[in-house]
């Protein structure tokens, strides 16, 4: 084995791609090996057979301030249409018996949408909106500022946010940007997403929804991006270790087959506890990979339903005080309507042709539904999460009757890690210990939160890395 010039990213998931197609870009010669049979990770699509659609693992949601991930699609040519963008930050939640909150901000510059958008907050008393009007105006000042071992729960309270401004804005913000209950997930973690959405431009606040699954958004569009110059994608090809010299300086992968590789950089692209199990024993003892170690995982659990007519008038909305923290009206966005609001058109065409029609002969609507940090619930089974499912219905839309036809659950023990209090200074940067290794993930130290943005910007910044030094 020799040094090499060509770099091999180990994991393709956002961070590995992103990563590779930077270096392709810029020229160099790139491998990816992935471990699955497809690319994509924790932000994959497949065919399922319940449903008989192609589904996310997840229902993913972006913002417009996710400045690396837009350049990235940019750069592999995803069309305008397969996002749905907002034109100003909208939201309808639903309290327990349907009663509706809506938050619509107008067309003002940042931070003044949010400040009027909170203001005239449909559904909550004012009191509750001057409460959070407060805490807008406290953000950009240093009284505010949270440090990482303080709680949201602790900060909301120091910003004097009432239990329903909590329960109808801040609590289902964090269960979605930061995966984990408000009593324990960080308030600086948060207050890093507040700053890019809210505080710098209108558009940054904006949600952007994929049109589309995920496998064809971006995952087939960045593989061919890859190749089309020069680099390859190698599926089905787990690593296994990583082959140090006497320096310890990167001389190789070995992956599970027992072919090894020869590089002396490898961008590792990986969940933490798989990035561990490359390493050598010894080099596992380093206090950055110790720390790593230490990082636990959050749940979510994701319920995609057919029932036998659309529960919603809208593409989303979020439930109050609910453990299901979000509903998707999949066939509604996957409609290139454009109307938001508009009751569902049944002459659209739908994005899978393979659709099916009940027996009855009518067609079935696709919900997806997000439980965020849900450690209560990834051990259940099917049944009860089925019971759930139907007792919130029936909470939250009392007048409904929707008769399910089909019911999967999609489990992902390891969605990311858990953002709690404390947790920042365990997450290692691009740089490791490792000469000729570099970190990237949406767990590595990115200044945000494990997000899609945060996986694209950790693998920009390794490709940044590996550019600085050829
Ligand atoms: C259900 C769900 C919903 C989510 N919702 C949102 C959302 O709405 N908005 C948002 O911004 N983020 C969301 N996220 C988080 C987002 O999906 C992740 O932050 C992002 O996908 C992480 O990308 P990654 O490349 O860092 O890691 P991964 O996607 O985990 O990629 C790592 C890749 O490495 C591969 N691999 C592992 N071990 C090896 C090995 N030994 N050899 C080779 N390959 C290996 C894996 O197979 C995988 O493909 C959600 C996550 C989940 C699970």
């Not at 090499?4 to 491998?31: C, K, P, Q, Y």
């Not at 497949?46 to 449903?51: A, C, G, R, Y």
């Not at 749905?84 to 809506?102: F, H, I, S, W, Y």
């Not at 801040?170 to 997403?193: F, G, K, Q």
């Amino acid at each position: 084995m020799g040094g090499g010039s060509r770099t091999i990213v180990v994991g393709g998931g956002f961070a590995g791609l992103a990563a590779a197609v930077r270096l392709v870009a810029a020229g160099r010669e790139v491998l990816v090996v992935e471990a699955a049979k497809q690319g994509g990770g924790r932000s994959r699509s497949f065919f399922d057979k319940v449903t008989g659609r192609e589904i996310d693992n997840g229902q993913h949601l972006m913002m417009g301030c996710y400045r690396e991930t837009l350049s990235f699609m940019r750069v592999i040519g995803v069309p305008d249409d397969a996002l749905d963008v907002q034109r100003n930050l909208a939201m309808t939640m639903l309290k327990p018996g349907g009663a509706k909150v809506e938050l619509a901000c107008p067309t003002l510059p940042a931070p003044l949408h949010l400040a009027a958008g909170l203001v005239g907050m449909r559904g909550l008393g004012l009191m509750h909106r001057a409460a959070a009007l407060r805490a807008g105006l406290l953000l950009p000042g240093e009284i505010a500022r949270p440090d990482d071992n303080e709680t949201c729960d602790a900060w909301l309270r120091r910003l004097g946010q009432t239990p329903q401004i909590r329960a109808a804005f801040w609590e289902p913000l964090i269960w979605a940007v930061l995966n984990d209950d408000p009593l324990v997930a960080s308030a600086a973690m948060l207050l890093a997403v507040l700053e890019r959405a809210f505080m710098s431009s209108r558009e940054a606040s904006s949600l952007v929804i994929p049109r589309r699954p995920l496998s064809a958004v971006y995952v087939e569009r960045a593989i061919d991006y890859i190749e089309a110059r020069g680099g390859a994608v190698r599926f089905a090809s787990p690593a296994r270790k990583l082959e140090l010299d006497a320096d310890g300086r990167v001389v190789g992968l070995t992956l599970k087959s027992g072919e090894t590789l020869a590089t002396d950089q490898v961008v590792s692209a990986v969940p933490p506890q798989a990035l561990l199990e490359l390493l050598p024993e010894a080099a596992r003892e380093h206090v950055v990979f110790r720390d790593v170690a230490r990082l636990e995982a959050s749940p979510i659990v994701n319920l995609w339903v057919t029932l036998d007519e659309p529960l919603l008038d809208r593409p989303f909305v979020g439930l109050i005080a609910s453990p299901m923290h979000w509903l998707w009206d999949r066939d509604r966005i996957e409609a290139n309507t454009g109307a938001r609001d508009a009751p569902r058109d049944r002459s659209l065409p739908r994005m899978n042709p393979s659709t099916q029609a009940s027996a009855s002969g009518a067609e079935d609507s696709l919900l997806s539904v997000t439980i965020s940090g849900a450690r209560g619930f990834v051990d259940d089974q099917p049944e009860a999460l089925r019971e759930l499912f139907l007792g919130e219905i029936a909470r939250y839309f009392p007048r409904a009757r929707p008769q399910i036809r089909g019911f999967r659950v999609v489990k992902e023990k390891r969605a990311t890690i858990s953002h709690a209090a404390g947790t920042y200074r365990r997450r290692p940067e691009t740089l490791c210990p490792i000469p000729g290794l570099l970190l990237a993930g949406d767990w590595v130290r990115t200044g945000l939160p494990a997000t899609i943005e945060g996986a694209v910007q950790s693998g920009h910044d390794a490709a940044a890395r590996v550019l600085d030094n050829s």
